[in-house]
């Protein structure tokens, strides 16, 4: 199995250029899941004009976000999804492209609210330590997002940070868990054709204190050979 | 109105190309019938067209699409509530929604093959409990025909012996999936059936279409042909005879009728060309789907048929239907941390729950009278989609960082969702008619639809609520989703079962009929009706079996009156 940087490397769409590029950068960097925010921030945001904004082949368009808004997305994201031992971070699987496309694909309600939010959070650390959340430090940040990221201990005067916060942790989590990588960590072994349904498997079934009646249907099938699918003789139209 | 008609050139005109249509096709090319088949949607090919097996990561969006527009995600819909330059408008007070696909095949290709017999007592509603109406036809009458549509689809299933739900012609079922197993422990200290579902997927091989292969894609299209589609199972083999012609881009205006009253051939607009074309053919087949079949017969107005063709009744778009939907998720912790395996099987539930509380409502213990039947669906089946693992106030709790990432999977799979799917009494408030004010771009009048649930639907829709919660609860769960009184239960939208059925009822009167027993029109005998809109009821068991077992014995009708030269 590869690791999440070569996954990331192999992909075949240049969309992801920049993405390895911050990978890289964040593997050299010493304390791994408490990157100082700060200089990855400035980082980042080179990298998005650089890279990003003038729209070559190899960068992504932004879709619905301002490139200071999509620095905040990659740094928020990674702090919701960070990189440990068995994935990359969320901005290694592609959730901030994830995040823009969808808000793009969405528009209306969402899109106002996230933009909301992320204007809020800058005031909030602008107010508060005189810069915005991604000039912040790994601590100030921190502490901003222990104030949004628990809806029950929260004080009524943060509701609408809270919201924005339920909002954006869920685009992470569906960016993150629908990516390559995502699925690898989850893991989904799936969509993968089978030649007969083996039912729920006996290990799962005695854990569960449950009792399978049916039997496997490859017991009762014949064997059908490799998986094909139709031939055009088969299934094509004589007449259109 | 036309004058002297040219000889017909075909025998038989189909309009639709969906569950209706390629029965009549199958079934009357098959006997001999020069038939023309008119579909306003493009051709579609599954073998070719379907996103089987594509990673959400490699399209966009991830795969998925928005509320309105069906087009362009995995689904193999080409259209959905919204379709360009086709509106329909809704009195005040209505919401109904209107799912069109217009591609060859129609809602075939996506569906999700739920093929449940009706039982005797959904031919007989109103003798059962003295509220709607009852079927011209008995259970008995339609058990051939839902034989023979087995035999040739291919539906899976168990033999159960329950009331009021015939068992089948069925290939054998797939086991259960682990999530189903837990549901069905639960059902059985409720004392609730919980048994293998009937879907039309192949478990074994069936001429040239190799058994199902397990990726739970149904919805994409099958590019095996290993479940049922109108173009795989009934339009590729009834071309193969030779006898049909199917030409789509074609969006019927009206059926034309000559001076003697009969169906004449029917006029439509060559979307491609933007050309009016006029076909003649000796019978009329009307399978465009429910609302479009109501539609065109409203359109087709004549000095002799002033309020549409097929409508001395005045009951076409009358008595419309759709099902009654609630669903309620629970999360359930003994389900977190399983070992992975793979979940997808089936494009669909292996296990379902239908009605049982027959006995009950015969006691007068149940403030309504109809059944529903419970879909299941949640554990680790299907690829992940957005929207996986979020609603992160109920079950995560919030928080951030890696104690989030890992707490996310260990919810992967432990959520259950119970779908309710009941039988809505017609009434007299639920129709569709012109609207007169508004056309499509083709200059044809749209409908306007008028819709409510009574009271028997809400109560059913608050049985469904209680239901499904004391299910979770006895598997050891937790409801994260559900519904209250103020929300009438969560009842579902009007239209939004996308089993819209009723609108040219049959009957055994002309005059509280549109359509005789043999869904032969009363008022027009060379026009028939194959799609949904026949109905007299709309029984909890989804309606695509019997759109075509009907459409099997009103086209055997067809062929034997057209034998005997009797249309």
Same mark, same amino acid.
């Given at each position: ?240 | ?103 060859? $095949?129609?809602?075939?290709? +996506?569906? &999700?093959?739920?093929? %449940?017999?009706? =039982?005797?007592?959904?031919?007989? /509603?109103?003798? #059962? ?24 689809? $291919?539906?899976?299933?168990? +033999?159960? &012996?329950?009331?009021? %739900?015939?068992? =089948?012609?069925?290939?054998?079922? /797939?086991?259960? #999936? ?390």
């Amino acid at each position: 199995m590869k690791n999440a940087a070569e996954q990331s490397g192999s992909s075949s769409t240049g969309l992801r250029f920049h993405r390895r590029a911050m990978l890289k950068m964040m593997m050299a960097l010493p304390v791994a899941g408490l990157v100082p925010r700060a200089s990855f921030a400035e980082a980042a945001r080179s990298l998005v004009e650089t890279v990003v904004m003038p729209g070559g082949a190899a960068s992504w368009k932004l879709r619905a976000l301002t490139p200071q808004e999509w620095t905040t997305v990659g740094v928020l994201s990674d702090w919701i999804i960070p990189a440990d031992d068995e994935s990359g971070s969320a901005t290694d699987a592609g959730v901030p492209e994830f995040i823009d496309d969808w808000l793009d694909f969405q528009r209306g309600e969402l899109l106002a609210e996230i933009q909301g939010g992320l204007a809020w959070l800058d005031t909030e650390c602008s107010r508060l330590h005189g810069s915005t959340f991604v000039n912040c430090t790994s601590d100030e940040q921190r502490q901003m997002l222990d104030r949004i990221a628990w809806p029950e201990r929260t004080a009524a005067d943060d509701a609408q940070g809270v919201a924005f916060f339920s909002r954006f942790r869920d685009l992470v989590l569906s960016g993150f868990y629908t990516s390559e990588a995502g699925i690898r960590y989850l893991p989904y072994v799936g969509n993968q054709p089978q030649r007969g349904w083996q039912g729920c498997p006996a290990p799962v079934v005695a854990q569960l204190g449950v009792t399978n009646v049916a039997l496997p249907l490859e017991q009762t099938l014949p064997s059908q050979g490799a998986v094909r699918p139709l031939t055009p003789s088969q299934l094509s139209a004589r007449v259109r | 109105m036309m004058g002297a008609m040219p000889e017909s050139e075909y025998d038989v005109i189909i309009v639709g190309s969906g569950a209706g249509g390629g029965m009549a096709a199958h079934v009357l090319t098959h006997a001999g019938a020069r038939c023309l088949m008119l579909e306003a949607g493009d051709w579609y090919d599954t073998a070719r067209e379907s996103k089987w097996l594509e990673w959400g990561y490699d399209a966009p969006h991830r795969g998925t699409t928005d509320d309105e527009h069906a087009y362009g995600g995995f689904e193999a819909v080409v259209g959905g509530y919204h379709v360009d330059g086709e509106p329909y408008t809704c009195a005040a007070g209505t919401h109904w929604k209107w799912f069109r696909s217009r591609m060859l $095949g129609g809602r075939t290709n +996506a569906w &999700g093959r739920i093929s %449940l017999r009706n =039982g005797p007592a959904d031919f007989k /509603p109103h003798s #059962r409990d003295g509220k709607g109406f009852d079927w011209p036809i008995s259970y008995e009458d339609l058990a051939p025909y839902y034989d023979k549509t087995e035999e040739l689809i $291919g539906v899976f299933g168990s +033999a159960e &012996g329950l009331e009021n %739900l015939p068992d =089948g012609k069925f290939l054998p079922p /797939p086991a259960p #999936r682990c999530y189903e197993l837990l549901i069905q422990k639960a059902c059985r200290e409720l004392q609730i059936p919980c048994i293998p579902s009937r879907l039309a997927i192949l478990t074994r091989p069936m001429g040239d279409r190799p058994a199902c292969h397990y990726v739970s894609q149904c919805y994409r299209g099958c590019r095996m042909g290993s479940n049922f589609s109108s173009p795989v199972v009934l339009l590729y083999p009834a071309q193969q005879t030779g006898n049909l012609e199917i030409r789509c881009g074609a969006m019927v205006r009206e059926v034309m009728t000559g001076p003697d009253g009969r169906a004449a051939g029917v006029s439509y607009i060559d979307k491609e060309m933007g050309q009016e074309v006029q076909v003649t053919g000796k019978v009329i087949v009307l399978a465009a789907s429910t609302c479009e079949t109501v539609r065109l017969l409203l359109n087709s107005r004549s000095s002799r048929f002033p309020n549409g063709l097929a409508n001395s009744s005045g009951l076409v778009g009358r008595y419309l239907m759709d099902t009654v939907m609630s669903d309620v998720t629970g999360w359930v912790p003994s389900l977190m941390n399983l070992p992975p395996h793979n979940e997808d099987g089936v494009g669909g539930m292996h296990l379902f729950v239908p009605w049982w509380n027959y006995e009950r409502q015969r006691l007068g213990q149940l403030p309504f009278s109809r059944g529903y039947h419970i879909e299941l669906s949640g554990g680790r089946s299907g690829m992940p989609a957005p929207g996986l693992l979020t609603g992160s106030e109920s079950l995560l709790g919030g928080g951030y960082g890696k104690a989030l990432k890992q707490r996310s999977r260990s919810l992967y799979g432990s959520l259950v969702s119970f779908h309710g799917r009941g039988e809505m009494i017609p009434n007299e408030d639920s129709y569709c008619e012109l609207d007169k004010s508004t056309v499509d771009r083709w200059g044809i009048p749209v409908l306007r639809f008028h819709f409510r649930w009574s009271d028997q639907e809400i109560q059913m829709a608050r049985h469904m609520q209680e239901t499904f919660q004391q299910i979770v609860q006895t598997m050891g769960g937790k409801v994260i989703e559900s519904y209250g009184a103020d929300q009438r239960w969560g009842i579902s939208e009007g239209g939004e079962g996308i089993h819209e059925v009723g609108g040219t009822r049959m009957g055994s009167d002309p005059a509280t009929s549109v359509l005789n027993p043999h869904c032969q029109a009363w008022d027009c005998k060379n026009l028939f009706v194959t799609d949904g809109a026949p109905f007299v009821s709309l029984s909890d068991k989804n309606p695509t079996l019997t759109i075509m077992a009907l459409a099997w014995r009103t086209s055997e009708y067809i062929a034997s009156q057209m034998r005997t030269h009797a249309v």
